[in-house]
């Protein structure tokens, strides 16, 4: 009996798995439940006992989009953000497009379709506005992010980053319809993200962000005391 279950169970993921690469791969207009179970070697049969469509299992899927891009900007307790933090947040972001980029790339699509991932993406889109918000309000108060009314513009600054970050994916493969998206287009991304705050950091912790991104070893990091 608990063979048979962790076979269940075993089957049950081998779908979410498949399902996410063939969305990556194609788009979820492009794969139905047949090109799934095919692609498994299963039956469609074994494939509904355990999702009754497509919907079902980007529900499943959807828990793991929000928890890497919530995990994404983990602020630091007890000591100043520092450059090397705020480049590693936008790297996590970039691993959270790259392996869920069906999701990003065909949101309005999907969210129109069902209404209940609409509740969870604007509930995972209102999470990280808050949380993208008080990262810049910590580099304010670190004396390296200046802007004239904090109240109303760092709000701004954290809706305009999270615009384009969530809208990255889609945008590119409108604008290269016939273009396979790879990682250096999710890096683009990111620094475009990036790019959307650097004019209010300090130059020299904009710089070390920066480097960070590109891979490179920041040439002085800065982090004012909190």
């Not at 590693?88 to 999907?110: K, P, Q, T, V």
Request: with cysteine; proline share 4%.
């Amino acid at each position: 009996m608990a063979t048979e279950r962790g076979s269940r169970v075993g089957n049950r993921e081998r779908i979410v798995e498949a399902s996410l690469a063939l969305f990556n791969e194609r788009g979820v207009r492009s794969v139905t439940t047949n090109h799934i179970a095919a692609h498994l070697e299963i039956s469609p049969g074994n494939l509904y006992y355990h999702f009754r469509n497509k919907e079902e299992i980007i529900r499943e899927i959807f828990p793991r989009v929000a928890e890497t891009a919530a995990g994404a900007i983990d602020l630091p307790k007890g000591r100043p953000i520092s450059a090397d933090d705020v480049g590693r947040y936008h790297l996590a972001g970039i691993r959270n497009l790259w392996e869920f980029r069906f999701f990003y790339r065909d949101l309005s699509e999907l969210t129109a379709r069902d209404a209940l991932l609409a509740q969870w993406c604007n509930e995972l889109r209102e999470g990280l506005l808050s949380d993208f918000e008080a990262l810049l309000r910590r580099l304010r108060r670190q004396g390296l992010m200046r802007v004239h009314d904090p109240d109303l513009e760092l709000h701004r600054v954290a809706v305009n980053a999270v615009i384009v970050w969530t809208n990255w994916v889609n945008f590119f493969t409108a604008a290269h319809p016939t273009a396979e998206i790879a990682p250096g287009d999710i890096l683009e991304g990111a620094l475009q993200s990036f790019l959307t705050i650097a004019p209010f950091l300090d130059d020299a912790f904009a710089a070390d962000v920066r480097a960070v991104i590109l891979g490179r070893k920041p040439e002085g990091q800065r982090a004012a005391t909190a």
